[in-house]
């Protein structure tokens, strides 16, 4: 039941936008996004709850499309301080969490 | 402040003996989790609780234990049954009860090795 996401990694210049998708064989009731840096914790971005949600966080923002069991993450103008690994979640049967399979963004100057 | 405390940062574990990482939270809430996540690798979800005395086996259960006698504790024994236990473990907790909304806030980690 994890999620699926694509790509697995990216390189970024600076100023340049990027895409992460998160694809799941499961219904898809809300879906999570974390970013982890390399060495800590994952921290919270936001949750999307509902079909065709967009969430924006600074110039990071969401999309969910509860139909295609998708979300997308999009990451506009990035910044060297976006470097990490990105992992969206779910929550499958008996309310057990999914982490995604991750992508890990690498910005350079 | 409120959050999450792990301890140790660092364990180290020699072959047959059992350890045991503490995660307490002081946020008030409900859910906790513990995740292993092995070098370049996701989150795998080892045990969670949603209440107090209560907890569920994740996908990667063998050779770990657990045990929620106290809402802020939830502590993770790593048995000798767990025969690859070097890891970075990951403990999570979030209001949710039965509750997918809500958003998980992560401890600083424990990286663990084998002697």
């Not at chain 1, 790509?7 to 600076?14: C, D, G, K, N, S």
């Not at chain 1, 060297?80 to 690498?106: A, D, M, P, R």
């Not at chain 2, 209440?51 to 045990?67: L, P, R, T």
Request: hydrophobic fraction near 30%.
């Amino acid at each position: 039941q994890q999620p699926v996401q694509s790509p697995q990694a990216v390189i970024l210049r600076e100023g340049e936008d990027a895409v992460i998708n998160c694809s799941s064989s499961k219904a898809l009731y809300s879906v999570h996004w974390y970013r982890q840096k390399h060495g800590e914790a994952p921290v919270f971005l936001m949750i999307l709850l509902k079909g065709g949600e967009q969430k924006g966080h600074e110039k990071i923002s969401a999309s969910f499309n509860e139909k295609k069991q998708q979300s997308s993450l999009y990451l506009t103008a990035s910044q060297l301080s976006y470097s990490g690994t990105y992992f969206c979640g779910t929550v499958g049967g008996g309310n057990q969490f999914y982490f995604g399979t991750g992508t890990s963004l690498t910005v350079i100057p | 402040d409120g959050g999450i405390t792990q301890s140790p940062k660092y364990l180290f574990r020699k072959e047959g003996q059992n350890v045991t990482l503490s995660c307490e939270q002081n946020l008030n809430h409900d859910a906790m989790y513990w995740y292993r996540q092995d070098p370049g690798q996701g989150l795998r979800l080892i045990y969670y609780s949603q209440i107090v005395n209560d907890f569920q086996k994740g996908d990667i259960a063998e050779g770990y234990s657990v045990s929620r006698e106290k809402k802020e504790s939830f502590p993770l024994t790593v048995t000798s049954a767990q025969k690859n236990p070097t890891a970075f473990y990951l403990c999570a907790s979030s209001t949710a009860r039965g509750n997918s909304n809500q958003p998980q806030h992560f401890g600083d980690g424990t990286r663990l090795s084998i002697l």
